[in-house]
């Protein structure tokens, strides 16, 4: 079973970062969805499980307790996860192997229709499992098929239809959003893709800024050119790597204005590859007034996913492009600032200014 954010070499109900979130969380919603397994315990838990959850690396995921059991795993005593699960977690999951097992995807009627609930229950429901409509859903699952198919070495063309697409046009008007790239070129490992970049002085340091030629895709802070060069080329192994100075000067200027001078910046264009998730909390983070904050609460609300406060701080620690999606106006609920990249103090810093 594939779903939001899926993980390509595993097939757990949700992918392994939805599925992490939601055992950290203990979220009763999930049980049922997929399993918890513990390599040092050899047991398997719901995700609701009361134990003290284990360390992230000893951590595997199933999409059903056969599956763990088949593995080697034992069924957790104090969860006893092969008793009956809630109707919800049942429901959300015959809906996403329904979405999954189809050519093209659902309507909310026709699954309305189909498995005997209202659209308005069954939206609701499948929002508050998964943090995703069932047509967000269908998206980040054709587009989960869509890369399985290229890195399995089918053709562009073949592989566009074989995820599900109705035409080749309708996939690369996507394939920014979910590839960061044109099929084709994402089948080549992102091989043939083109970034420009300098590195300039900040208030906070060192700055580099990479992007192509339909925006800006790296920021990054750091001390030492060579060691931001490095982690850029780590970043993008396969494209072609160049410095421009001039040619990326337009958007340093852009970024510098915002981070030094305090100056309101149009939406520059980015080309970052990114999940659907994550583009959904990265968009509503560019709606955030400048001089103002959100907590992770209330931006996990504001997209429809309440319960995905946890994984709305991942997403913020992944955005490539600080300042430019401002992640540092999301603090904790508590009112203390939360998590930044590149330290409190910057973030702390960042804030002062723009509310000054």
Same mark, same amino acid.
């Given at each position: 079973m ?6 390509e070499t595993?097939?757990p109900a /949700?992918?392994?970062e939805?599925?992490w979130?939601?055992?950290v ?6 049980d049922?969805l997929?399993?918890?397994?513990? /390599? ?7 995700p609701?499980?009361p134990?003290?959850?284990p360390?992230?690396?000893n #951590? ?6 056969d ?8 069924a957790?005593k104090?969860?006893r996860?092969?008793?009956p699960v809630?109707?919800?977690a049942r429901?959300v999951?015959a809906?996403?192997?329904r979405i999954?097992?189809?050519v ?5 009627a026709a699954?309305?229709?189909e498995f005997?609930v ?6 609701r429901?499948?929002?508050k ?5 069932p ?5 980040s699952?054709?587009?989960?098929r869509?890369r399985?198919?290229?890195?399995n070495?089918?053709?562009a *063309?073949?592989?566009?239809f074989?995820a &599900?697409f109705a035409? *080749?046009?309708?996939a690369y008007?996507s ?7 044109t099929?084709?070129?994402y &089948? ?7 970034l420009s970049?300098t590195v300039? *002085?900040?208030?906070f ?10 925006g800006?895709s790296?920021l990054?802070f750091g001390n030492?050119?060579?060691a931001l060069?490095a982690?850029l ?7 072609s790597?160049r410095r421009?100075?001039a040619?990326?000067r ?5 970024v /510098?204005?915002?981070v030094?001078?305090g100056?309101?910046?149009p939406q ?7 999940t ?7 968009a509503?983070l560019r709606?955030?007034?400048r001089?103002e ?15 995905a406060?946890r ?6 620690n992944?955005?490539?492009?600080p300042?430019i #999606?401002?992640c540092?106006?999301?603090v904790?609920?508590?009112? *203390? ?5 590149y330290?409190l103090a910057r973030?702390?810093e960042? /804030?002062?200014?723009?509310?000054s």
């Open positions: 594939v779903a939001l954010l899926q993980s595993s097939a /949700l992918s392994e939805a599925c979130q939601a055992a969380q203990k979220r009763q919603s999930a049922g997929f399993y918890t397994a513990v /390599l040092t315990t050899g047991i398997y838990c719901r609701s499980c134990s003290r959850t360390l992230r690396k #951590v595997r995921f199933f999409p059903t307790a599956a763990a059991e088949a593995a080697g795993f034992r957790c104090r969860c996860p092969r008793d809630r109707s919800d429901l999951r809906i996403c192997r999954e097992e189809a093209e995807a659902p309507t909310l699954l309305s229709t005997g209202s659209r308005f229950h069954l939206q429901t499948f929002k499992v998964t943090g995703l409509s047509k967000a859903y269908a998206s699952h054709r587009a989960t869509l399985r198919a290229l890195r070495g089918r053709g *063309t073949d592989a566009v074989a &599900g035409s *080749t046009s309708r008007e394939a920014p959003d979910v590839l960061g790239m099929p084709g070129r &089948g080549r490992g992102g091989e043939g893709m083109a970049f300039a *002085t900040s208030s340091g060192r700055m580099l800024v990479a992007a192509t030629e339909r800006v790296t990054i030492d050119d060579a060069e982690e080329r780590a970043e993008f192994p396969r494209a790597i421009d100075d040619g990326t337009r958007w340093v200027e852009a /510098l204005a915002s030094d001078r100056v309101e910046q520059l264009p980015l080309d970052i590859r990114t659907a998730f994550r583009a959904r909390v990265w509503e709606r955030i007034p001089g904050t959100r907590t992770y609460g209330e931006v996990a609300r504001a997209i429809g996913a309440p319960a406060a994984a709305v701080g991942n997403a913020c992944a955005n490539p492009v300042v #999606v401002p540092h106006r999301v904790a609920g508590d009112g *203390t600032l939360g998590g930044f990249r330290g973030k702390r960042l /804030l002062s200014r723009e509310r």
